[in-house]
């Protein structure tokens, strides 16, 4: 099962870019359950005050989710696919929201990088070679008491689900992606599905990684089964010393 991988996958987002939007919208549940997602970092007061890193926003689907579930945040979005984030700068945004045309390990090597308090991540952990490194980048960009939402195609580990993804693909995703000329993106979208973890081993990746508190919740509709939000921390804040 060959996927594509780092320049090659980059520049097949680059090359599909002007279609993505309309091929998202062929899914139902796509913005809703990027909401839900987005809305179960439960970020108090509207995010006010707060950073939150908007990581791989592809067009901006990821990035308007959190605008909604948090509209007082400081958003920052950032993709490696100058096509997509060109198709997000062409939408309209308020001020409190940035796009930068970056990697999640360039972010943090940064001269100005800065912390987060909550990371949103949609559909961004299949499509990168190093997970586990990426998962480090991410907790080292995370505040103290930080929030992560990972967004993810990841299979539950039921033949049913595995067998229902089979045929979205084959009767609506691939066709589509062929009619637009971009049939290579969506025949990598879906290998790369099958090749990734299933929900229980990504949870368990999580953990492995330190971050604590990890949740593994459904989205609703079609998708429950195929598509999952995982919710984690970088755990408490450590205790103040007690004064002798």
């Known amino acids: 099962?060959?996927?594509?991988?780092?320049?090659?996958?980059?520049?097949?987002?680059?090359?599909?870019?002007?279609?993505?939007?309309?091929?998202?919208?062929?899914?139902?549940?796509?913005?809703?359950?990027?909401?839900r997602s987005a809305r179960r970092l439960r970020l108090p007061d509207g995010g006010n005050g707060l950073r939150v890193l908007d990581l791989g926003c592809g067009t901006g689907a990821s990035t308007r989710a959190l605008l909604r579930a948090a509209p007082h945040a400081h958003i920052t979005a950032v993709d490696a696919s100058a096509g997509m984030l060109e198709r997000a700068l062409a939408k309209p945004w308020p001020g409190t929201v940035r796009f930068l045309h970056l990697t999640a390990e360039e972010l943090l090597a940064a001269e100005d990088a800065q912390s987060y308090d909550a990371v949103f991540a949609a559909y961004l952990f299949r499509n990168v070679t190093h997970q586990d490194a990426v998962l480090a980048d991410v907790r080292a960009l995370l505040t103290t008491g930080g929030r992560l939402s990972v967004h993810e195609y990841s299979l539950s580990g039921s033949p049913v689900h595995r067998a229902l993804w089979e045929a979205v693909c084959r009767g609506m995703?691939?066709?589509?992606?062929?009619?637009?000329?971009d049939r290579r993106l969506y025949h990598h979208l879906r290998r790369s599905v099958l090749a990734f973890d299933t929900a229980p081993a990504f949870a368990a990746r999580l953990t492995?990684?330190?971050?604590?508190?990890?949740?593994?919740?459904?989205?609703?509709?079609?998708?429950?089964?195929?598509?999952?939000?995982?919710?984690?921390?970088?755990g408490p804040r450590p205790a103040k010393p007690v004064a002798p």
């Not at 066709?175 to 000329?181: E, F, S, V």
């Not at 990684?209 to 995982?230: D, E, K, S, Y």
């Open 208 to 234: 492995r990684a330190g971050f604590a508190g990890v949740r593994t919740l459904p989205v609703a509709g079609w998708q429950t089964g195929i598509v999952h939000t995982f919710l984690a921390g970088t």
């Open 173 to 181: 995703i691939i066709p589509a992606g062929t009619l637009t000329g």
């Open 1 to 35: 099962m060959t996927l594509l991988q780092d320049h090659d996958l980059t520049a097949a987002f680059d090359h599909a870019a002007h279609t993505y939007d309309q091929i998202a919208a062929v899914n139902p549940g796509h913005h809703t359950d990027l909401h």
